[in-house]
């Protein structure tokens, strides 16, 4: 997989836009950048993947950069639940591997 | 309807038993897949079945089996159990092979293994 790089803690007030940065420098142009999250004692969720373009879903925006090396996560109004781990995650093209780092901890604040 | 399901959700028992993990989707997915996440949070993948078909092992120790029945099930199954097995198992499955096909892969909610 590509190899990503994210902050390791956030906080954003409740209400607000969250927005996580991911770096992916490495990345090919036939590979997606995916986004998860964990929230405390979960299987991790799926949020949005994107190839080149801008992403939105009932979730989530998703932000890459012209050049595709970053990209960022975007939760609109971002409430207690939100509180949770996001992983960016690059995986390598034709291979089955996937690989969680430690992602960025996104804590919600009152 | 729950999408991905593990049984059991908590596992507590001595070093040295067989034990099972068992993990069914309803969502008609091809592929399943097989997590742990260690005590540091690391969720690395262990196995992954497409079409009851092993895809993926990845340096799992022998002690570590994973059965696939038919398409909507995989089983894991471990002998001999070691304190550093002791870890969380998360089951995910998608609708195709990998993640460069467009899809997203659905987990469970864990299965939480303490070794005596």
């Known amino acids: 997989d590509a190899k990503t790089t994210q902050p390791p803690s956030m906080d954003c007030a409740e209400g607000r836009a969250a927005n996580l940065p991911c770096n992916h420098s490495?990345?090919?142009?036939?590979?997606?950048v995916y986004w998860y999250r964990q929230i405390h004692s979960q299987g991790p969720q799926y949020i949005i993947h994107g190839l080149k373009n801008n992403e939105t879903n009932e979730m989530a925006s998703l932000i890459i950069t012209e050049d595709r090396k970053s990209s960022t996560l975007i939760l609109p109004h971002a409430t207690l639940r939100d509180t949770a781990v996001y992983y960016c995650i690059v995986p390598l093209f034709g291979n089955e591997k996937l690989t969680f780092g430690t992602g960025t901890r996104l804590t919600i604040i009152p | 309807d729950t999408a991905v399901s593990q049984t059991p959700k908590y596992l507590v028992t001595q070093m040295g038993n067989d034990k099972s993990i068992k993990c069914e989707q309803n969502?008609?997915?091809?592929?399943m897949y097989w997590y742990k996440q260690d005590s540091k949070k690391f969720l690395k993948i262990m196995f992954s079945?497409?079409?009851?078909?092993?895809?993926i092992n990845e340096t799992v120790p022998n002690r570590f089996s994973p059965k696939s029945p038919d398409k909507a099930h995989l089983n894991l199954h471990i002998n001999s159990l070691e304190l550093g097995d002791s870890a969380v198992y998360f089951c995910a499955s998608s609708p195709r092979q990998g993640w460069q096909w467009d899809q997203p892969q659905h987990f469970g909610d864990g299965t939480r293994l303490s070794i005596l």
């Open positions: 969502l008609g997915h091809d592929t």
């Open positions: 490495t990345i090919s142009g036939n590979e997606y």
């Open positions: 079945y497409n079409n009851k078909e092993l895809i």
